[in-house]
């Protein structure tokens, strides 16, 4: 009995935010930023294909651990995921009755879970489009980083050939090359949740797109702690912490932090946000907003 009434609660939760994550992630601004992301690739990755081809070995399917490490695809990133969650918390034409019928509680935290599978779903796309922009010349059969982008990091080749991205030395050097694309994609979620968090809440505490601006600031802050800032405020910046080289994997800096500790803060910030925004849903207005 009690398996049952748990199952009639968790369904309606589970359906509202598979449609709402499909709702968003199949929407003609969802192939905008995929189109635009797809740019990207193709500019920074073309190029290294040409080489792998010229050096005469096949590249390994870890250049996103690369991609993700350069402050200005990192930007590129986040600032296509803003854009696709800007809408947040999504609200559609009759959604008043929905929450009527399903609960406000069950409605809102639906709304954050269809932000936590968009950001999933979203990253892998990237992580597939990091393969097709190397193909035919990428291979799963390499042996560590593989020789195209060991040589990249650890020689001046990338500058010698003119390639768009600087390969950092540091990453081939300390990482084993299926770990460092794990916790890229794990921090790069979890910065994304925050992001999508804080859209959500402030969006739905003052009726209106400002949370888009909120999010922009904070992914501009990765930006600022680099070039302005001290650097011990990549400690505080979710953003930062999707590119490694941030990282102090011994503990001994007073400035860049560990691993452990970037995870601490994003769980701590998408904790409060979420908080925050799934408070503000019970008690909002329930009335379709849209920047398009």
Not at 48 to 54: I, L, M, R
Not at 128 to 148: D, Q, Y
């Amino acid at each position: 009995m009690r398996c049952e009434r748990l199952l009639s609660g968790i369904r309606p939760f589970l359906s509202l935010a598979m449609a709402v994550a499909a709702r968003v992630l199949l929407s003609k601004r969802a192939a905008l930023v995929f189109l635009v992301e797809a740019v990207v690739f193709w500019d920074v990755l073309g190029p290294v294909a040409s080489f792998a081809v010229e050096l005469g070995y096949r590249v390994g399917p870890w250049s996103l651990v690369f991609m993700a490490a350069d402050p200005i695809c990192q930007l590129f990133f986040v600032t296509g995921l803003i854009f696709l969650l800007a809408d947040a918390p999504f609200v559609a034409e009759g959604e008043a009755s929905v929450a009527v019928r399903t609960s406000r509680t069950c409605w809102a935290a639906a709304r954050i879970a269809a932000i936590a599978l968009i950001v999933i779903l979203y990253y892998l796309v990237l992580l597939g489009m990091s393969w097709l922009f190397t193909l035919p010349w990428m291979t799963f059969a390499v042996e560590g980083w593989g020789v195209t982008l060991t040589t990249l990091a650890e020689t001046d080749a990338a500058e010698t050939v003119g390639l768009p991205l600087a390969f950092a030395i540091g990453l081939v050097g300390s990482m084993e090359p299926l770990s460092a694309l794990a916790l890229v994609l794990g921090f790069e979620v979890l910065g994304g949740m925050v992001l999508g968090l804080i859209i959500l809440a402030v969006n739905s505490l003052t009726g209106t797109h400002f949370g888009v601006g909120v999010a922009a600031f904070v992914a501009l802050f990765d930006l600022l702690a680099i070039n302005t800032l001290p650097y011990a405020a990549l400690r505080f910046s979710p953003v930062s912490h999707g590119r490694l080289t941030v990282f102090d994997f011994s503990g001994a800096s007073p400035y860049f932090p560990t691993p452990l500790e970037a995870l601490g803060v994003d769980l701590v910030l998408a904790c409060l946000f979420g908080l925050l925004a799934l408070s503000a849903m019970k008690v909002m207005e329930i009335q379709p907003r849209s920047l398009d």
